[in-house]
């Protein structure tokens, strides 16, 4: 099995079974002997697999993503070869929710700068009042996992829900608008919890900025690449809105140098996901696809793009 990620969690416990190779992407490529006997690569979202990485494992038949994304996996040369693609469904959804609740309130009531004013001695400061979530409308770019526990929390706040979607999910009560800058055009809040990829890329561009007004806030716990990050910078630059939140950006780990030195927004390194709870159900969901695809070729948790190989199924899992 080859680990092209650092993941200590997943690592200790799959050692405890498997023999792990490591993988990074700039070192030198395992002796022959090995790649020849690898049946599964460990990967993520962001270090992805390449077509190059499949071609160099002629006996790889499983990729396992250890985090929910999966945009730079190559599905085309997966598809071709009938590699299976898995990823960690479901594990993170709460976490990332209450991150990107977390983003919204410090945002919003300017958590930062307001610690940053107590702790040098300035009562309440020259900051002034500050909006909050409650009755405000909020609006979801993607309604997956995390989206719909997003929607959740909100309606505590007793905030109006609408989300964006490719297609109309027909068993939420929320309104569903058919684009980003429709979706934008109403609601004071908007937050960000769809897939990277190209389908994605940008769809949050000036024209989407605008339209969620001088008063709207944005936070991003999906893709960086779903947000045009010029556009943002400039929109937050010239008030075009009040604020964002953010822990995923285009260019990871960099994150652009304007963003560090604004003070209307909130800023993470990626970390959503990052709870002890979630890296024990992630590394648990992990082993489990890898032992059931080694013993019977099923996979619990695929990609959507990969149809049949639900646990409990008879059918051995496929490519749509």
Known sequence: MLFKVEALPYRHLLSQTFTLVDYPPLAALPAAEIRERVEVLVTSGHAGATRGDMA???????????????????????????????????????????????????????????????????????IGSRPIPTGKRLGLIGMGGIGERVAVRAAAFDMEIAYHTRRKRTDLPWRHFDSALALADEVDCLVVAA????????????????????????????????????????????????????????????????????????????????????????ASLLQSNIELFLSERRILTPIPEIRGQALGEPTIARWA
């Not at 002629?58 to 990823?87: F, K, M, Q, W």
Request: hydrophobic share 45%; charged share 20%.
């Open 195 to 282: 897939p990277g990829g190209p389908k994605t890329r940008h769809m949050v561009d000036a024209a989407v900025l605008a339209a969620l007004g001088a008063r709207g806030f944005l936070v991003n716990v999906g893709r960086g690449s779903i947000v045009d990050t010029q556009a943002l910078v400039a929109a937050l630059r010239d008030g075009v809105i009040a604020g964002a939140g953010l822990d995923v950006y285009e260019d990871e780990p960099s994150i652009p140098q304007e963003l560090r030195e604004m003070t209307n927004v909130v800023l993470t390194p990626h970390v959503a996901a990052h709870a002890p709870e979630v890296q024990t159900a992630a």
């Open 56 to 126: 160099s494992l002629p006996a790889l038949s499983l990729i396992c993503c250890v985090g929910t994304g999966y945009e730079n996996v190559d599905l085309d040369a997966a598809r071709e070869r009938g590699i299976l693609v898995s990823h960690g469904a479901g594990t993170n959804a709460g976490a990332v929710a209450d991150h990107a609740f977390a983003l919204l309130l410090a945002v919003m009531r300017d958590i930062p700068r307001f610690d940053a004013s107590a702790r040098r001695g300035d009562w309440r400061g020259t």
